[in-house]
């Protein structure tokens, strides 16, 4: 992921930077923090788990650092607020689903799972209802449950479900149409901030200054 991401942002004028990688159960991150500093990097972006996530913002704080933009993929994830409290704050992160998503068909799955069990739709769950949201929709396509013309059809489809558009690229089999969600986590929450037509909340960038934040109250 951190290669294609360098690949990616070459691609559209940015300057890469070395990319850094560390062992598992890494905790300090102060090496990764002076190679920044010393190559003037205005991201850090970051692929690890949410563990990894709370210990570069523990770093960070501990070293008077702050990057122009701090994305790590799990921040959007409960346990990193949980871990961090109000240091979380800022933070982007990768949010695969949330029950508020704007999504086809969202609203009404939520209600109706929550109804059921007494708890907010997981990720899990999505997946599910989405995989059988596109099967449904297949089987009609198709009109039969021969797998060469569910293939097809499934080649063909292009439909709305609760994480996003299902659309296969032709050249590669590849699903093509979701994307992850970008969250923020603003006031012990992620807020959408990507894409536009999800969003819940402006973004907020630069991440600030440890200097120049405030306690929530």
């Given at each position: 992921?951190?290669?294609?991401?360098?690949?990616?942002?070459?691609?559209?004028?940015?300057?890469?930077?070395?990319?850094?990688?560390?062992?598992?159960?890494?905790?300090?991150?102060?090496?990764?923090?002076?190679?920044?500093?010393?190559a003037g990097a205005?991201?850090?972006?970051?692929?690890?788990?949410?563990?990894?996530?709370?210990?570069?913002?523990?770093?960070?704080?501990?070293?008077?650092?702050?990057?122009?933009?701090?994305?790590?993929?799990?921040?959007a994830e409960p346990?990193?607020?949980?871990?961090?409290?109000?240091?979380?704050?800022?933070?982007?992160?990768?949010?695969?689903?949330?029950?508020?998503?704007?999504?086809?068909?969202?609203?009404?799955?939520?209600?109706?799972?929550?109804?059921?069990?007494?708890?907010?739709?997981?990720?899990?769950?999505?997946?599910?209802?989405?995989?059988?949201?596109?099967?449904?929709?297949?089987l009609r396509e198709?009109?039969?449950?021969?797998?060469?013309?569910?293939?097809?059809?499934?080649?063909?489809?292009?439909?709305?479900?609760?994480?996003?558009?299902?659309?296969?690229?032709?050249?590669?089999?590849?699903?093509?149409?979701?994307?992850?969600?970008?969250?923020?986590?603003?006031?012990?929450?992620?807020?959408?901030?990507?894409?536009?037509?999800?969003?819940?909340?402006?973004?907020?960038?630069?991440?600030?200054?440890?200097?120049?934040?405030?306690?929530?109250?």
């Open positions: 992921m951190a290669e294609a991401t360098a690949e990616l942002g070459r691609a559209q004028g940015f300057a890469a930077v070395e990319m850094v990688s560390y062992t598992g159960g890494s905790a300090d991150f102060e090496l990764q923090v002076k190679l920044a500093r010393a205005q991201a850090w972006i970051a692929f690890g788990e949410v563990r990894e996530a709370a210990d570069m913002v523990r770093t960070f704080k501990r070293l008077d650092y702050a990057p122009q933009l701090f994305f790590a993929r799990a921040a346990a990193f607020v949980d871990l961090l409290g109000q240091d979380a704050e800022f933070s982007l992160g990768a949010m695969e689903y949330d029950a508020r998503l704007a999504t086809p068909g969202n609203e009404a799955f939520a209600k109706a799972y929550a109804a059921r069990w007494a708890e907010p739709a997981g990720v899990s769950a999505a997946q599910g209802y989405a995989a059988a949201t596109v099967l449904a929709a297949a198709a009109g039969s449950l021969e797998s060469q013309k569910l293939r097809a059809a499934l080649t063909r489809l292009e439909i709305g479900t609760v994480l996003g558009p299902y659309r296969i690229d032709p050249a590669n089999g590849s699903q093509a149409g979701m994307r992850a969600t970008v969250a923020q986590i603003l006031r012990g929450r992620p807020a959408v901030v990507w894409p536009r037509e999800l969003e819940t909340a402006n973004v907020l960038l630069p991440y600030p200054q440890w200097g120049e934040r405030s306690l929530l109250k």
